[in-house]
């Protein structure tokens, strides 16, 4: 009786649907119940806007979060959320084709969907940031309220500025908003997005020190870290090497912060999974 028993349960493993995507837009409501928070408990978002970018393009804060998402979830066993597109840009909106959402509203959205995605059964809210200024600090103060209203851990990350020492490694000097480095991983995800022959030296500026000077719009769309590096370049292997670089670092951030909340029994309770239809 316990052989057959057994028997049957296997049978009915090797039956339930395979997972058919790890991206929530794709999701059938009925996947995803199966899903979350059963088997997977960890989401990533993709946060950026839409600014100018020098010879990359206008979405380039969007492409590259997203992109990274897409690369680490196997290695966390998450899910990825649809981007949040549209952002506090900041200094650069006088630039065609930039957006710029105002901070009061950008709040109220983000608010509702880092509440949805903890009500939807996530105990981990992962934001990747592509876009930072203000945004950052908006995103960190949302996430704070969220997470301790929720009961839910929230980590939210800027991949440049996180990965600023594998950019060190792989270029060998610092980058920039648009430079060499931000130019790279965006050649690394879709070449056709890079712009070779729109490229002159005019289009950059060192980033002013503290208490020098600011000016709006900023001068031109490609803002250096430091004077003398990051200028943009174009080297198809380093821009790969970057990319796999970047994955690897955020991935080990991820996974070991998601790792210290566990051993610290943060938010351990059991979530109900998704809301029931109302």
Partial sequence: MVHRLAAILFLAVLTLPAQSTRELNDLNWMEYRRLVPAQIQTVLLPTGTVEAHGVINNGADNTAPLALARAMAPKLNALVAPPLNYGVT???DGYAGTFQISEAAYRAFVTDIFTGLARNGFRNIIVINGHGGPQTAILNDIAE???REQRVRMLVSNWW?????VT?????EDGGHAGWNETAFIQAIDE????PELYSKELETPRPAAGTWAAYPFPTPVILYQPGQGSVRFDKAKASVYFQAVVERMADLVKGIIEKWDRAGLYQDVRSGALPPR
């Fill in 90 to 92: 900041g200094s650069l």
């Fill in 145 to 147: 309220k969220v997470g």
């Fill in 161 to 165: 500025a996180i990965c600023s020492d």
């Fill in 168 to 172: 060190l490694k792989v270029f060998g």
């Fill in 192 to 195: 056709k997005l890079v712009h």
